[in-house]
């Protein structure tokens, strides 16, 4: 699959990674949803409240990723939360995910990024080996935390 382009998506590109970004959800056991998908995503893009760099080969999508921009206190500089990761299972291990990452870790450079952020389900295993081989460390300073909100 040599013939993967990686590039920023623009409000056209919306069904196309909708698509995508349902099956992401649904690999994390969410119920389909097309319509709130795009409408999400159409949000994020329009209020430039992310990045989604979208992965195609041979004119077809087949992955993308979202990063979401943030800031590190400590550090005093721009970080990013690399959200979302998704290759179609066709497209798998073929180099798209090493790709979208690269393309992800390209991105936050050229905008004066500190450092990239990911979690990941701690079963998704071939995800982990992807970003440890491609230099990324398993925290060992900080645990995560979450606090449930309910609307």
Same mark, same amino acid.
């Given at each position: 699959?040599?013939?993967?382009?990686? $590039?920023?998506? %623009? =409000?056209? !590109? /919306?069904? &196309?990674?909708?698509?995508?970004?349902?099956?992401?959800?649904?690999?994390?056991?969410?119920?389909?949803?097309?319509?709130?998908?795009?409408?999400?995503?159409?949000?994020?893009?329009?209020?430039?409240?992310?990045?989604?760099?979208?992965?195609?080969?041979?004119?077809?999508?087949?992955?993308?990723?979202?990063?979401?921009?943030?800031?590190?206190?400590?550090?005093?500089? $721009?970080?990013? %939360? =690399?959200? !979302? /990761?998704? &290759?179609?299972?066709?497209?798998?291990?073929?180099?798209?995910?090493?790709?979208?990452?690269?393309?992800?870790?390209?991105?936050?450079?050229?905008?004066?990024?500190?450092?990239?952020?990911?979690?990941?389900?701690?079963?998704?295993?071939?995800?982990?080996?992807?970003?440890?081989?491609?230099?990324?460390?398993?925290?060992?300073?900080?645990?995560?935390?979450?606090?449930?909100?309910?609307?």
């Amino acid at each position: 699959m040599n013939s993967i382009t990686i $590039r920023q998506t %623009v =409000l056209a !590109d /919306l069904d &196309v990674v909708a698509g995508l970004f349902d099956g992401y959800r649904q690999f994390y056991d969410q119920v389909s949803d097309l319509v709130g998908a795009r409408n999400f995503l159409r949000a994020r893009v329009e209020h430039g409240q992310s990045v989604i760099l979208l992965a195609e080969s041979r004119g077809q999508a087949v992955g993308f990723t979202q990063l979401y921009p943030s800031f590190s206190s400590v550090s005093m500089a $721009r970080v990013y %939360v =690399l959200n !979302d /990761l998704y &290759v179609a299972p066709s497209a798998r291990r073929m180099g798209v995910g090493e790709r979208l990452l690269k393309a992800a870790s390209d991105h936050a450079v050229q905008m004066g990024a500190v450092r990239l952020s990911l979690n990941t389900d701690v079963k998704n295993v071939p995800a982990q080996a992807l970003y440890e081989s491609m230099g990324w460390a398993r925290d060992q300073k900080f645990y995560t935390y979450h606090l449930t909100l309910k609307p």
